[in-house]
């Protein structure tokens, strides 16, 4: 098992070497500039060309990408363009917001489909089944933003109970537990809506999978023995349902610092997808390249985990 | 194992809705009541002043936190400077010069030296003297050749600014402090952009907090650009990106003691401002557009809207190198073609009018209604000009040049309602008269970078803004070989009217010239002028003495109060 994790660490470096050769040249050679936005506004063309040779734009790709990768090897992502600030700190400003609604908004979806899903398949075509079908699929077609504005709309405007957006209130200063609380006050709105939107889509695979495990052999085997049904459930068939509903935990732990652009725009929630969004649209190149491989490394690093978690869960899975 | 995973579940939901419902008594206290309630909350100069008057501001993007006027190269950011930092002059609604640092000015004879005489009792934020020596640094700031900021072409034109780029002097020659409080400043060729470019468009940094820190290295002193020492009203407090900008009164304005203690700069979606100005969490923001329904419901609850026409334009670009585009009977067919005002009462909802030329009917330089075609809707006049004097023909309702129909691209950028909404309309207009015109969206950027290659065949059409300040030129919007002249216009006759617009300071003496050049480009045509349009300021009736010009947002923020 060791062995399998470092031999995977190991194969990550030329994928990451690939990775980032790969978004380096599609972001350099998509058109624009980091100044392109202030054409409106009259910035002069010979300006713009006197800063653009400063910044290196106009050096070939190959150039550009071995002097940013010295400087990362150095430790150095770079200066933001747009922000003059350390690109490692403009991210780390927004990383622990993300992850602060990504990952509470992850553990309750996962734990609430994984409770809705199995009631569902074990009481197969009954009224319970049917309700939690049925709010799954206006869960998966309701769109996220029209979702937020109407919750914004009863929570915010009617019922005057929870702020419209932002993470904290403005100019308070709280600290310790006041700071805590006005700060859940402030996510519970979109950790709600990321709730609802993950949970509608897993409970329907946590529900056919474990519907697929309970019509396999060794359950029927198991309940012939004389197995009560309530065993065979949470013993043998849970366990086997944990395969595939890892994999899907697995796929959504590598996007935790993606954010979501339309959640964190409606809610103005600092994180990390309006960030990269905004980098983009301003051609912000070291912003852009350090976000995104950040964010590859995440997937990377999920995918181990998740094959790490297969073997744990099913001991027939070995590495060799 | 089942019921373990149901009863955390059902623990969490359980924390979920506790932790919920005692969050909702907070809410009274915090958002309750507008400003007064949280400012009796917070400790510290609440309680010894009694009461502290807050201004919350809604801002629909963070500013960056390049608190240099001399790098900040963002609208958000640029306002929030604009408290904080001041030029030597600024303009008032109508466009004309008045005092900001210098307290007046005399221009020389031959119109090359501007000689200013800076008020004596203006301080730092950190106490310094505020003297001529830093209005020279500023300056020579961005003379350096590692100088990366955008503004450097602004004093291109100084005297000796060519030997302090190239490093062969250590000053600029045509700089000269004269005492403490008077400083000279002398231009190669009189440049007539003097009080808009160097007066107006340079705010003053401090000497003593820049000078030991290498140019090369500023945009990396994200701790000196994130604590700001300036001269203006306010100072900065606290800036978090992405969600807010705190600043404070600065009591050594020399100005006056602003009477708002605090201005909170808060980081909004334009989609939720609404709830937030009507649910007293916000006191003012600006938007770009705004529909009646909005202005109805913000003036059943007593809220304030202004608006103003801004110094800009939306227009359509054209690419002269296309032979048939570069027609002019073309151009103007296509002008009589599209329903301009159409666009202006279903899109901008009346708020704004058509543009017919580069200038807006509220800016000195316009030359009259009475002086300019104003090329009123008429599809039957396009077609008239079309088939008569353009030599096309129209049949079964499509133009054909020769035989073959004739269509054309236009693209369009992102991000702007009311521009994206005018290329479908275009489009429409065009049908009318047969053109069958192919839309493209793209993205911002890109459109740029199509626009400055300036290949002949890159684009045909292309809509685009433009906005300028306080001056009249236009060099490079239609002079030849201008940087935003996407459209590759050159004629000698705008070029000789252009340079001679600039032999002179004097915005009165220059105006007729401005005002035939304006004339010109309305029969010339080298772009579709669309519309003009207008901003929104939308006030809590208790934010008193706010004056919103085209020019400054937060001109006289000194004399804002808030009402108790």
């Known amino acids: 098992m060791r062995q399998y994790i470092i031999k995977r660490l190991l194969i990550l470096i030329p994928i990451f070497l690939g990775v980032s050769i790969i978004i380096f040249a599609l972001i350099h050679t998509a058109p624009g500039d980091p100044y392109a936005y202030m054409v409106e506004s009259g910035l002069p063309i010979e300006e713009k060309e006197i800063q653009l040779q400063k910044i290196g734009y106009y050096d070939s790709l190959p150039v550009k990408y071995i002097k940013w990768l010295g400087n990362v090897l150095h430790g150095n992502l770079g200066y933001s363009i747009r922000y003059a600030e350390p690109v490692t700190a403009v991210l780390g400003r927004r990383i622990g917001n993300t992850a602060l609604l990504s990952v509470t908004s992850l553990a309750a979806s996962t734990l609430l489909s994984v409770f809705l899903g199995i009631l569902a398949a074990v009481k197969k075509k009954t009224f319970t089944d049917h309700i939690i079908s049925v709010l799954s699929l206006i869960g998966i077609s309701v769109p996220t933003f029209f979702l937020a504005l109407g919750l914004i709309k009863i929570f915010s405007i009617d019922l005057n109970l929870l702020p419209v957006s932002g993470i904290e209130t403005t100019g308070t200063n709280y600290t310790g537990w006041r700071r805590a609380a006005d700060i859940f006050r402030h996510m519970f709105l979109p950790f709600l809506v990321l709730t609802c939107a993950q949970t509608a889509s897993m409970v329907r695979y946590t529900r056919s999978a474990m519907l697929e495990v309970l019509g396999q052999d060794y359950i029927r085997t198991a309940r012939a023995k004389g197995l009560a049904k309530r065993v065979v459930i949470h013993l043998h ?61 995440c997937i990377l690093l999920a995918n181990l985990l998740a094959d790490i978690l297969y073997g744990i869960i099913d001991p027939r899975i070995r590495y060799d | 194992m089942k019921k373990r995973w149901i009863s955390l579940a059902l623990a969490t939901l359980l924390a979920m809705s506790a932790l919920t419902s005692c969050g909702n008594p907070e809410k009274t206290n915090t958002t309750g009541k507008s400003s007064e309630a949280t400012s009796e909350e917070s400790t510290g100069p609440a309680e010894e002043t009694g009461q502290e008057k807050i201004l919350r501001l809604g801002s629909i993007s963070s500013p960056t936190g390049i608190f240099n006027p001399l790098y900040a190269s963002d609208d958000y950011t640029a306002y929030i400077n604009n408290l904080i930092f001041q030029s030597l002059v600024s303009v008032d609604a109508g466009a004309n010069l008045k005092s900001n640092l210098a307290e007046s000015w005399d221009v020389s004879e031959d119109s090359k030296t501007v000689t200013f005489h800076l008020f004596e009792n203006i301080k730092w934020s950190d106490g310094e003297p505020f003297t001529a020596e830093d209005v020279q640094f500023t300056l020579e700031f961005m003379a350096d050749k590692n100088y990366t900021g955008l503004n450097s072409t602004y004093i291109q034109q100084i005297a000796g600014f060519d030997e302090k780029q190239n490093g062969t002097a250590e000053n600029i020659s045509g700089i000269n402090v004269i005492n403490n409080y008077t400083i000279a400043i002398t231009t190669k060729e009189v440049y007539a952009s003097f009080f808009e470019k160097i007066g107006r468009g340079i705010s003053i940094i401090a000497k003593h907090i820049w000078e030991d820190v290498p140019v090369e290295d500023v945009e990396q002193s994200t701790e000196l650009l994130q604590n700001p020492v300036g001269t203006g009203p306010f100072k900065l407090t606290e800036y978090v990106p992405d969600q807010y900008t705190a600043l404070e009164k600065n009591p050594d304005y020399f100005e006056g003691n602003p009477k708002i203690d605090k201005i909170i700069i808060q980081v909004v979606n334009p989609d939720t401002a609404q709830a937030q100005l009507l649910n007293n969490e916000l006191d003012m923001i600006r938007v770009e557009s705004l529909n009646p329904d909005d202005i109805k419901i913000y003036e059943d609850a007593g809220f304030d809207v202004r608006s103003n026409l801004l110094n800009a334009y939306q227009h359509m670009v054209i690419n002269l190198n296309d032979p048939l585009l570069a027609n002019k009977d073309f151009r103007q067919a296509m002008a009589y073609a599209i329903n301009r005002e159409g666009i202006v009462s279903s899109l901008l909802y009346g708020y704004g009018n058509v543009a017919n030329t580069v200038y807006t009917k509220e800016f000195f330089a316009y030359p009259g209604d009475d002086a300019i075609n104003d090329y009123a809707y008429s599809p039957e006049k396009a077609l008239e000009i079309l088939t008569m004097k353009v030599g096309l023909e129209y049949k079964d309702k499509t133009l054909y040049q020769d035989g073959t129909p004739v269509k054309l691209t236009l693209l369009y950028p992102s991000g702007n309602k009311a521009r994206e909404g005018a290329a479908t309309v275009i489009q429409q207009n065009f049908k009318e008269i047969g ?111 706010v004056e919103v010009t085209t020019y400054s947002f937060y001109d006289g923020v000194e004399n804002w109060d808030i009402a108790e």
């Open chain 2, 435 to 545: 053109i069958d015109l192919k839309l493209e969206l793209v993205e911002f950027a890109t459109l740029t970078s199509i626009l400055q290659e300036r290949k002949t065949d890159g684009f045909q059409l292309a809509l685009l803004g433009n906005g300028f300040g306080a001056d009249a030129d236009v060099t490079q919007n239609v002079g030849t070989g201008g940087s935003n002249n996407h459209s590759q216009y050159s004629s000698e006759e705008i070029d000789a009217l252009l340079a001679e617009g600039l032999t002179s300071l004097d915005n009165e003496a220059r105006a007729p010239i401005y005002k035939k050049i304006a004339t010109i480009l309305n029969d010339e045509l080298p772009v579709i002028y669309l519309y003009n349009w207008e901003r929104f300021t939308i006030l809590n009736p208790k934010i008193q003495n």
């Open chain 1, 237 to 297: 068939a849970f366990r086997n349902t944990l395969i595939p509903i890892t994999t899907l935990v697995a796929m959504s732990l590598g996007h935790l610092l993606s954010g979501t652009v339309l959640i964190e725009t409606v809610f103005v929630w600092p994180g990390m997808g309006n960030l990269l969004y905004q980098a983009v649209s301003n051609r912000d190149y070291p912003l852009i390249v350090s976000g995104t491989m950040l964010l590859s490394i």
